[in-house]
């Protein structure tokens, strides 16, 4: 069973920088895509930020490209979003996902196809 684990996130003023990391444990592959989504209260989720591990590929959502960077550490289980610039239209719960085995065929234009989910940390940027 994969577990994730979260950290980071709070508040800070815009056109400042915060970075999450989350922690993966209970992987047996090791083609496996780890990424970031957020969602604010009345709305879907949405995602910011993917990496597969394989080929260390990214994807980021067009709202926060040239701002936030996701990366992976060496052994491929934890995942960083090094969020800088941050807008007040950041504020959001941010969710760690992750995807067990990823297939070396797929499309990696796109977010994780997410099987297990962080517990969310709030991330608040004020203007």
């Known amino acids: 069973q994969v577990q994730l684990v979260e950290s980071g996130g709070g508040s800070v003023q815009a056109g400042g920088s915060l970075r999450l990391s989350c922690a993966a444990s209970?992987?047996?592959?090791?083609?496996?895509?780890m990424g970031w989504f957020r969602q604010v209260p009345g709305k879907e989720r949405e995602g910011v930020a993917a990496?597969?591990?394989?080929?260390?590929?990214?994807h980021y959502a067009d709202s926060v490209k040239g701002r936030f960077t996701i990366s992976l550490d060496d052994a491929g289980t934890t995942v960083y979003l090094q969020m800088n610039s941050l807008k007040p239209e950041d504020t959001a719960e941010y969710y760690c996902?992750?995807?067990?085995?990823?297939?070396?065929?797929?499309?990696?234009?796109?977010?994780?196809?997410?099987?297990?989910w962080g517990q969310g940390t709030q991330v608040t940027v004020s203007s």
């Open positions: 990496i597969y591990s394989v080929g260390n590929i990214v």
């Open positions: 996902a992750a995807e067990h085995g990823v297939p070396l065929t797929r499309d990696t234009e796109t977010f994780c196809r997410t099987e297990y």
């Open positions: 209970g992987y047996t592959y090791t083609s496996n895509c």
